[in-house]
């Protein structure tokens, strides 16, 4: 494809140079030669020609900045409109590089083309140049087109062909030829060429999704060129990135599924064009699934790489399953496209845990049982911490485990409940021989608290009097 537009846009230039001769002057074009050193100048002496009139057309070879001499040239045109001398349009370069004929018009009017072929080291030539028969002075204007397309579109360009007097002259079709630097024309033979119709000339201008410049999510300027012998006229316009059309969910972070008080977590989302290439500046707006947490924006723009970005804030809840939304616009529109994020759940995370009851220090009778409450609360010191495993130690006063045979507790853990809390038993052993001191060590989260001492009694021995 790039080849075809390169030869295209070869073509197109070679027309546009040889159109300046239009008030009666020679034209001279300098083209390179696809594949190689080359370069082919093109001269036609007067392209303002009247019935019967006689001009000169060379073409000249250049390889590597050397003349190509012995080179067979073709020359060719509408017959009703002229011939050569040679009459087939056949000549062979000199020591210059040159090949010459002899132009005359006939007596007929409108626009022609000199078109000249050669092979240079294997390669095709092409070279194309209008002259302009028993046709008045005629200039363009009056153009028109839009001056915004989306990539892959088009639009209409046209522009009057008009008189000295600036009337619209419609009394013979001409050729008008378009350039465009990235953009195509819908032309004769795909040269740009266009025949006007009443007066205006007009073609379509396409845009490719291919063979633009820079990144193609972003919008660049184009410009192109009209032109009826001397007479131009140039248009610009931009070339914007296919609209969006598809958002998605890309990450969340932090890596974890629950958030506590104050935490916040990031949430990315991506918008892509119609051919899945990153939409940049696109509005994305945001939305959360119920209360339990806040949105640091309502809404942002897409980053170059297509990317949005939502930041949550937990709240102060006890526990809530929470995701965020994203349109593709605003979130007021029900027409938008959207995305959802995966789910986190908001919930206390445990900061605090100390004991409610008992409030100090306890005896325990022999063989005797007692309950001892622990509440677990987040950050705040006020939320509690539901559904939070607690774990269980019965430790002497200096650390080291309790003797069991003395006293147990009647479980390695716990769950808390709703209000935070958990309760676990501690039953001293009947008949225990010793008085003994304990303490229960409470830890969730690499957090730990004591219990109050309890002081636990043994059998008090029973003296045996002497015989």
């Keep these: 494809m790039l080849l075809i537009r390169f030869i295209a846009v070869l073509i197109v230039t070679t027309m546009l140079g040889a159109c300046s001769g239009e008030g009666g002057s020679g034209t001279s074009i300098s083209t390179p030669i696809p ?32 003349p190509v001499q012995g080179l067979a040239v073709n020359f060719a045109t509408s017959s ?16 210059t590089g040159t090949a010459i004929v002899q132009m005359t018009t006939t007596n007929s009017t409108g626009v022609g083309q000199v078109i000249v072929t050669a092979t240079v080291n294997g390669t095709p030539v092409t070279q194309i140049a209008p002259y302009y028969l028993n046709t008045p002075p005629l200039h363009l204007g009056n153009l028109t087109y839009n001056n915004s397309v989306t990539r892959g579109g088009s639009f209409v360009v046209s522009a009057d062909i008009l008189d000295v007097n600036g009337n619209l002259y419609t009394d013979q079709d001409v050729d008008v030829y378009f350039e465009a630097n990235y953009g195509r024309f819908v032309a004769d033979n795909m040269v740009g060429k266009v025949r006007s119709a009443d007066g205006r000339a007009t073609t379509t201008y396409f845009t490719d999704f291919t063979d633009y410049p820079g990144s193609s ?9 009209l032109t009826l012998g001397s007479s131009t006229l140039t248009g610009n316009v ?61 809404s942002v723009t897409t980053d170059r790489f297509g990317n ?6 937990a709240g102060r809840v006890n526990v809530a399953s929470i995701w965020v939304k994203a349109y593709l ?15 986190v759940t908001i919930s206390p995370v445990a900061y605090n845990i100390f004991v409610t009851d008992p409030a100090e220090a306890t005896s325990l009778a022999n063989g005797q049982s007692m309950s001892i409450t622990f509440k677990v609360t987040d950050i705040t010191g006020n939320l ?13 006063l200096d650390g080291t485990p309790a003797d069991i045979t003395l006293a147990f507790i009647n479980n390695s853990s716990g769950t808390t409940g ?13 008949n225990a021989p010793t008085d003994s001191q304990v303490v229960i060590k409470a830890t969730i989260d690499n957090i730990s608290a004591l219990s109050p001492v309890f002081m636990v009694s043994g059998v008090i021995p029973v003296e045996v009097p002497a015989p």
């Design 35 to 66: 594949g190689g050193s080359s370069t082919t100048k093109l001269t036609i002496t007067k392209t303002s020609l009247a019935s019967n009139e006689t001009t000169t057309v060379k073409a000249t070879f250049l390889d590597g900045g050397k």
């Design 80 to 95: 009703h409109l002229a011939i050569f001398n040679p009459l087939n349009g056949q000549a062979t370069t000199d020591v």
């Design 217 to 225: 999510a972003s919008a660049f300027a184009d410009s192109f060129t």
């Design 238 to 298: 931009t070339i914007n990135p296919p609209a969006a059309v598809n958002i998605g969910f890309s990450t969340s972070l932090p890596a974890k599924i629950a958030l506590g008080y104050n935490e916040t977590m990031t949430f990315t989302f991506r918008v892509v064009d119609i051919e899945g290439i990153p939409a940049p500046d696109k509005l994305v707006s945001f939305v959360t699934s119920g209360s339990g947490a806040t949105l640091q924006a309502s």
């Design 308 to 313: 949005a970005t939502a930041i949550l804030k």
């Design 329 to 343: 616009g605003s979130s007021a529109d029900s027409n938008a496209p959207f995305t959802t994020s995966s789910v």
């Design 384 to 396: 509690p911490v539901p559904n939070r495993i607690v774990d269980f130690e019965l430790l002497n």
């Design 418 to 430: 709703a209000d935070g809390t958990v309760t676990i038993k501690l039953q001293s052993i009947l």
